[in-house]
């Protein structure tokens, strides 16, 4: 967490891949999280808390690693390269498209409206009281918000925002009530002037 208005970032290098980072805006303790895959010859990996601009402390604490052994994405079309937003459905009534304009890879993603617009998908058939993992790579504008979420779970709604214009990781670390099966995952922007992006969605078991 950081001073309201800051950054802090968590991230990975020196792992046989390029380094990658997660930024929080949280001005309160949240949880933030970097999917990483190691090289293939690679066995070690450099991992960081960094704050490099503003007037306040930022704090980090409770580091862990831990190693997706199941990567089976529970998500359909998280890549929207179906060219489609089917199966997901709209948050709101403003609209939303697929075009290549908003890809992060492949040949599309998905580009949401300037305010109170997005997608959302029920994904059915997880296990009771596991850990999951949702990722994906977002994009606003500048000075702008855009988030990755988590809701109807068993569990608080939780979510990462995003921000800035330039497309950047985001995950949210959810466990499944006692007696749930399944969860409701979203890409949204709440406000602005401009539109957002997300691509490049999964969810995928912890351990």
Known sequence: MGVAGEQVA?????HGAA???TQSTDSTWALTTVPF????SNTTAT???????GTGPGFCDNFSIVKLTNPANRVVNGDFETGSRT?????STVPVSVTASAAHSGSFGLLTGAANSGVQQTISGLQPGTTYVL??????????QIALGVKSFGAAESFH???GATYGPAAVVFTTGTASTQATVYCYKG?????GACDDLAVTAVG
């Open 191 to 195: 406000a602005g002037s401009a539109a």
């Open 47 to 53: 991992v960081y808390c960094y704050k490099n601009a």
């Open 87 to 91: 199966p997901w459905g709209l948050s």
């Open 37 to 40: 895959t190691t090289g293939p």
């Open 135 to 144: 990722t994906g790579w977002l994009r606003a504008a500048s000075a702008e």
């Open 10 to 14: 968590i991230g990975v290098k020196n």
């Open 19 to 21: 380094e990658t980072f």
């Open 161 to 163: 925002a995003l921000a």
